[in-house]
C-alpha cells in the first residue's frame, strides 16, 4: 500500500484540490480507485499468508483445540500410521486451492477496470495534519505499543523469573532461562546453530542465484519462458509454506534417483524447502538494483569486447551485489525463527529455533521459550542495525523498514 501511495500521480490530486473538492472527496474519488491494485494485492497477500501460517494457530490454537489446516495437518503428521501421508498430502493441497482462490480473486478484481495513469507523477507533498497531528500520532504510538511493545516486555519479562506467573522484583530476577537454553539444553544449543547455518547458507545460495537471474528478468527481454521463470520463483513464496513442505516430504521421502542421495530426515531437506521458498525475497532487490542502473555502462564494455561473465564480474555485479546482499539478509532474518516449513522437515539433530521454542511452550516451559525468543529478538535486531548500515548504497525500497 505504501508503495501505491509513492506512486500516486500528485497533478490528479492538485488538480482535484484546485476544482474545489476537499479532502474527503479526493480519497473516495481520486486515491481509492488508483489505490484499488495495491490495496487488493495487500488483501490477498494478507489472506495467503494467514491461510497457510502454522506458528501462530499453533502456539495459540492447539492448547484450546482449535485447529485450523496447517495445525491439522500438524497433528495427523505427527500421529503417523498408514494413512498419515495421504491425509496431509489431500489437505496440503486443500490449502493450496484456497490460497490460489485468493490469488485468483486479487487478478480478477484487479483487471476489472484499467489503473493505469498516463503521466509522469511528481514527488509526493507532505500532507499536513494541522491540528490533527497530536491526536494521529497519539493512535500511531498506541498502535506501536499494543503490537510490539507489550509483547516484547512480556517476553522480556517471562524469560527474566523462575516461571510463568512469578511477580518480576530484584528477588526473583534470574539469568538462569537464558543460561538453560545456551549451554544446558542439548536440543536448544544445535537449534541455534542449526538456524543459523541453514539461513546462511540459503542466504548464500540466493544471492548468488539472484543476481544472473535477476538479470535475465529484468534485461531479458520478458519472453514467455522469462515469465515462467519468473513465476516459478515467486509461486513457493506464494504458496502457504505447509504446502511446500508437505510438497518437499513427499518429493525426498525416497533417495534422489540416480545419485541415491538421502534428504528425508536430514537438515537437508528444510535447506531445501528454504532455498526455494525464500529465493524470490533476494531476487525481487536485485531486480530493483537492476532497474536502477544504467544499462549503458553494460553495453559500452560489450561494446569493447567484453564477454558476458566479465561483464557481470566486472560491473554487473558490484553494482547490483548491495541490493541482492540486503535480500540475502531478510532471508537470513527470516529463515532465523521460521517454523511453518521446519515443524514439518525436521528430524532428530536437525531442530531449529522455531521447533526447540514451539516445544518448549507446549510443554509449558514458557520461561525457556521466552528466553530464546528474546535472544532470536536481538538477532534480528543486531541484523536489521547492520542492514540499515548499507542503506545509503541501497535502491530505493528494498530495506521494508526503510523509506
Known amino acids: 500500500v ?16 484546485a476544482t474545489g473538492a476537499g479532502w474527503p472527496r479526493v480519497v473516495a474519488t481520486v486515491v481509492l480507485p488508483l489505490m484499488t491494485p495495491s490495496i487488493v494485492a495487500a488483501a490477498a497477500l494478507a489472506f495467503v499468508s494467514c491461510v497457510g501460517n502454522f506458528g501462530i494457530p499453533a502456539f495459540l490454537g492447539i492448547p484450546a483445540n482449535y485447529l485450523v489446516l496447517p495445525t491439522l495437518i500438524y497433528q495427523r503428521l505427527a500421529g503417523g500410521g498408514p494413512a498419515a501421508l495421504g491425509e496431509t498430502a489431500f489437505l496440503s493441497v486443500l490449502i493450496g486451492v484456497i490460497a490460489i482462490a485468493g490469488i485468483l480473486a486479487q487478478e480478477t478484481v484487479s483487471r476489472r477496470r484499467d489503473y493505469r495513469v498516463a503521466s509522469v507523477s511528481l514527488p509526493a507533498e507532505p500532507y499536513e495534519l494541522g491540528r490533527w497531528r497530536m491526536p494521529v500520532e497519539a493512535c500511531m504510538w498506541l498502535f506501536a505499543v499494543l503490537v510490539l511493545a507489550m509483547p516484547l516486555l512480556g517476553l522480556a519479562l517471562t ?20 543460561r538453560f537454553v545456551l549451554f544446558e539444553h542439548a536440543a536448544a544449543g544445535r537449534a541455534f546453530v542449526n538456524s543459523v547455518w541453514l539461513s546462511a547458507l540459503a542466504a548464500t545460495f540466493a544471492v548468488v542465484v539472484a543476481v544472473p537471474m535477476g538479470y535475465l528478468v529484468a534485461w531479458g527481454g520478458g519472453g514467455r519462458w522469462i515469465r515462467l521463470l519468473s513465476l516459478a520463483v515467486e509461486l513457493p513464496y506464494a504458496l502457504p509454506g505447509v504446502v511446500l ?3 518437499a ?36 532487490p536485485a531486480v530493483s538494483g537492476y532497474h536502477q542502473i544504467d544499462r549503458a555502462l553494460e553495453e559500452a564494455a560489450q561494446v569493447a569486447g567484453a564477454g558476458l561473465f566479465t561483464r557481470m564480474r566486472t560491473i554487473v555485479f558490484p553494482l547490483v551485489a548491495p541490493a ?22 525436521w528430524s532428530s539433530g536437525s531442530e531449529t529455533i522455531g521447533v526447540v521454542m514451539f516445544s518448549f511452550e507446549q510443554g509449558g516451559d514458557s520461561g525457556y521459550a521466552a528466553a530464546m525468543s528474546m535472544i532470536t529478538v536481538a538477532l534480528t535486531f543486531a541484523l536489521m542495525l547492520l542492514a540499515s548500515l548499507l542503506a545509503p548504497y541501497l535502491p530505493d525500497g528494498v530495506l521494508p523498514w526503510r523509506d
Open 159 to 178: 524469560s527474566l523469573v523462575s516461571g510463568y506467573g512469578v511477580v518480576l522484583s530484584a528477588a526473583t530476577a534470574t539469568l538462569d532461562n537464558y
Open 249 to 284: 516430504l513427499l518429493l525426498f521421502l525416497r533417495p534422489v534417483p540416480l545419485v541415491g542421495l538421502q534428504l528425508y530426515n536430514t537438515p537437508w531437506i528444510i535447506l531445501y524447502a528454504y532455498m526455494a521458498r525464500f529465493l524470490v525475497l533476494a531476487l525481487r
Open 2 to 17: 505504501r508503495a501505491g501511495l509513492r506512486k500516486l500521480p500528485r497533478e490528479l490530486v492538485e488538480a482535484a484540490r
Open 245 to 247: 513442505a508437505i510438497a
Open 324 to 345: 541482492a546482499i540486503a535480500g540475502g539478509l531478510l532471508i537470513f532474518m527470516t529463515a532465523l525463527g521460521e517454523l511453518t516449513v521446519s515443524a514439518l522437515l
